[in-house]
């Protein structure tokens, strides 16, 4: 499959990639969407927001649950050579609310149906729950360490089918 502009859908979820209107309201200078969770943005929202540029498949999405954003996940930009071939990275986040209900394992695990490339993320060591969706995902290789401890691990990418 190939990464495109158009919304990846699970089962109950879709990513739709962030808009200029959503950009707008995520840093505060545009109203904010009557669909959003009460507890949207978060931090790290605001913080994903400046990656954002317009029409970049590799770009941040929302994790939208029927009308509802939720949370937010996204690559850290387009695929560079790690040293050893093309990889991304991935983060994402919900609201408080919405952790426990498997959202986070779902979406993650749509948006890297799309792509065969290896996928990196890092989480703090004392971060179970997303240590458990990381590794319900497929990343199974410890990398190595940041200098601030958090632990950077590799999804490989698909064998073939």
């Known amino acids: 499959m190939v990464l495109s502009l158009a919304p990846v859908a699970t089962q109950r979820l879709t ?39 317009d029409g970049d498949v590799w770009g941040p999405r929302s994790i939208v649950r029927g009308v509802t954003v939720l949370g937010s996940i996204g690559f850290f930009g387009p695929p560079h050579d790690s040293g050893a071939g093309p990889e991304v990275e991935v983060g994402y986040g919900l609201v408080q609310e919405a952790w426990g209900w498997g959202f986070a394992t779902e979406a993650l695990a749509g948006l ?43 999804r490989p990418a698909p064998g073939p089918s």
């Open 112 to 154: 890297l149906a799309e792509i065969e490339l290896p996928v990196r993320a890092t989480v703090r060591p004392e971060n179970a729950r997303s240590l458990r969706v990381l590794a319900k995902c497929g990343f199974t290789q410890l990398r190595s360490t940041t200098p601030d401890g958090e632990l950077v691990m590799v």
């Open 15 to 53: 990513l739709p990639l962030w808009t200029a209107a959503d950009v707008a309201a995520i840093r505060g200078s545009a109203p904010r969407p009557t669909a959003w969770h009460r507890d949207f943005p978060r931090t790290d929202d605001v913080d994903a927001a400046s990656l954002w540029r």
